[in-house]
């Protein structure tokens, strides 16, 4: 597996572009979720997490992208709505855990967690966007692109 490439100049590069495609890395996890234009700016529009409420419209209309991406064979498209579910689950966690969204203190320990870690907004925001991000990670045909990506890159 090749690792994300940072060093890419970002700003510049358009991913819809057939040439600019070839440099585009799974990474690990989130990496470079916030990099890969036009479908950062496209899929970040529609990106919230705040109550339970909107975390289902949120995650529901990156799931729609994320079909019409898949209608289009477009696997960067997939995978950068994984990204975006994905981030949304571990930041809605992050503010589960930690109402301030800071998990260590000024001196650098781990803040204690919040006493409703489990059951806030957060925690059930990110409980919305598991089982989506789930639902599109195991789909069967993304499972069989992402081989053929690692394959390719």
Known sequence: MKEFDYDLNYKTLDFTD????KLYRIGRGEQGVLLVRPYTNDICAH??????EIAVKSSNEIYAMYLDYKDA??????DMCRKFLEMGFTRARRYANHKSGKKYDSEGNIRPQ???HATNKYAQSAGIFKKVRDLVAKNKDYVTMR???RTSE
Request: no cysteine.
């Open 18 to 21: 057939e040439e600019t495609r």
């Open 47 to 52: 990106w919230r997490f705040k109550t339970p």
């Open 114 to 116: 919040e006493p409703d």
């Open 73 to 78: 064979k477009d696997f960067i498209g997939m």
């Open 147 to 149: 081989k053929n990506w």
